[in-house]
């Protein structure tokens, strides 16, 4: 049972365009989302995250935005920068202590 | 300030073997996680420690899988009768109370078992 899903594996932006990266949940106990980014032999590391009571979060080139009722957030990126090129994992959590529930990921790719 | 590592980076062992691997959270993070990830897959929540209470374990996929944690530091995550499919990277990681879910968990680079 995924309740977390980021049904792109693999996402190809030019640079300077925009990256947008999707994500679906079917628990609507979740409360907080959250977006990793991860090179390859690291781990992962936070970039952003909206709690269940926003819309909209953004920080710098970075900006989440959540539809409650769709059950969907997307994580865009303007402007898409070859360094910005790693998996991106969606991540959510409910009152379960802040344990996370991650998507598959999706690789983006930024070409120069 | 040092992040959170993880020992060793690299771990191959033969299938019925027992394995340990190490965790070193950040300084003062008092919530300790551990995941793993399969190959071509998103991460999975194994065991959450939290200070003194009973740590979460409802992501342990079998009984051959258990983890300490000593006070609020070091942990251990031990498979017994190590199989194939536990290949994995499993990866540790810590963050500060009540900021784990809005600010982000902070992990470690992680430790790639190969049970042949």
């Known amino acids: 049972d995924q309740q977390v899903k980021q049904n792109s594996p693999s996402l190809s932006v030019q640079e300077g365009r925009i990256s947008i990266l999707n994500c679906d949940y079917t628990?609507?106990?979740?409360?907080?989302f959250l977006w990793y980014k991860k090179y390859p032999a690291e781990g992962p590391t936070f970039l952003i995250s909206?709690?269940?009571?926003?819309d909209k979060n953004e920080d710098g080139r970075f900006t989440v935005f959540l539809n409650k009722s769709a059950k969907h957030l997307s994580l865009h990126i303007v402007p898409s920068q070859p360094g910005d090129s790693a998996v991106y994992f969606c991540?959510?959590?409910?009152?379960?202590?802040?344990?996370?529930?991650f998507g598959q990921g999706t690789e983006l790719s930024v070409k120069p | 300030g040092a992040g959170v590592s993880q020992s060793p980076s690299n771990k191959v062992t033969e299938k019925g073997k027992d394995v340990e691997l190490r965790c070193d959270p950040i300084s003062g993070h008092t919530a300790l996680y551990w995941y793993r990830q399969r190959l071509g897959q998103g991460l999975e929540f194994l065991i959450y420690f939290q200070g003194n209470s009973a740590p979460d374990k409802s992501g342990l996929p079998s009984d051959r899988f258990s983890a300490e944690r000593t006070g609020e530091s070091v942990s251990t995550l031990t498979i017994q009768r190590t199989q194939q499919e536990d290949s994995a990277v499993y990866l540790c990681?810590?963050?500060?109370?009540?900021?784990?879910?809005?600010?982000?968990?902070?992990f470690g680079p992680g430790t790639r078992l190969t049970v042949l």
């Open positions: 991540a959510a959590s409910g009152n379960q202590g802040g344990k996370l529930i």
């Open positions: 628990n609507s106990m979740f409360d907080y």
């Open positions: 990681a810590s963050s500060l109370v009540g900021t784990g879910r809005g600010r982000g968990q902070y």
């Open positions: 909206i709690s269940s009571i926003k």
